[in-house]
DNA sequence: GACGGTATTTGATCCAGGTCACACACGACT
DNA sequence: AGTCGTGTGTGACCTGGATCAAATACCGTC
């Protein structure tokens, strides 16, 4: 579907645009990544020179499944959903997970040198920093530390494809959303005397490929649970977790 | 369910055993590994003597899911199967992945420092060798070639997750029998005038937990492939996939 | 406010696969 | 040989969630 030597998909985003903000200059940016603390100047200096900034709008594609792997994110700001859609007619997508600031996007293929194994999308504006898939290597060769830490990054990775699996396997579609609604919360949502609010950045129907169900059961589950009093779906998109404790119980 | 000082599993395995083989040394063992090919000569020393030689018998848990990450294994002859168990009272299983010779076993958790996200059992006789944590994150260290191969592997195995979800979720009971028969005879079949040959090293049992379905409805799939004369159950516990393609065809 | 397009809800139906129940096959031990 | 125990095959049933179909809510635009 894509050429070998096909152009980053960034470089043809509708939403890229030169980033403009005045007061956080790029190696500044990079050095607020939690992951890369305390590694030496020289490293920050050469990895401000091998990346570039990135800012791309809400639901644009960064990149797709199956293409060439040019480069790795990271995030310094926004979130965005990894996917994966089924080769079918009729191309279902499975979220693998949703990710936020100081993460770090495409790695595994980057460094397996292979085409894109999953599809990530912004799901709000983002701010990213790209690395070109050479100088990552070399990065990485350059300064040790930075190996170990991404090492454990894919490590990490690697766990919560396991939870996912067991989620999958384990848990019925009730005990999934349940699970879903809380893991948002967590990231999303503010706590107030009602309960947990939040405006989620996930769709319908994207809640429902994070879940591996179909829209209409996912809407069903939520409607369900808003009969119960657990869950307040009120007007404008806002979902308010009335029973933090009930819907755990649900898991 | 473990406690935090938990002697590591396999000191108090009953298959585990002296090795007793003459014409393998230690080291020699190690230099076999694709995965390390080309490294220093002083990075095989040091590897020698911070590992462990292990030889476990068939059947024998390798470590349990919440066990502490004391180690990581390299297999050198056998195979062992990687799985997740469902908390509840009936507990279920679901196997994540089935590994041979050249494997890294519980890479993951040991870089995390966490306690073991899987479970991995030897199903046939196994010959490993054993690393501990802070010998190979020193290793990884002074080394930095390693960290990025073991990287590498990491991204592998995310891959490779990544599709179990994709099937999982995606694909139907028997398009996932049909997979994991192809998979299986890939790894331990040999070509005939029949067809591919193989005495599988997973029992009915677990063929179910690989494919996430029924232990009844895995030995129905098997049956209706056998009907239909694409899969022939002989006699002593071996399997001949008489039309690999017809059986491709079903993925 | 009317209109067209998209996202979501709700209802009705169907079936793949889980679960239960039991029969059978095989090996190990006495 | 008998008899456990463990693995496996098969039938009968039932349900969770997919699928199809249609109604409704929500936008932005004119």
Redesign the interface.
Known sequence: MYGENAPPSWARLPGARCRAVEHLTKLEGLQEFELLAGLDEGFFQALAIASEVLEIGAGTALYREGEPSGAVYFMGEGRAKLY?S?G?RKA?D?I?GVVGDGSVLG???A??G?PQ??GATALTDCVLYAVFRDDL?HL??SY??T??R???V??????E??????D???HSAPQRVARMLLDLATEEGRVTKRGVVFHPSLSRQEMAEAT?ISREALSRTLSRLAQEGILDLGGGKTVTILKPAELRART
Chains 1, 2 share one sequence.
């Open positions: 994966r089924s079918g279902r499975q693998l790695l595994a293929s460094l397996e292979k194994s999953q290597v990485m060769a040790p530390e190996s170990l991404l090492a454990r894919l490590a990490a990775r690697t766990r494809l396991e939870d996912l699996v067991g999958l396997v384990f591996g």
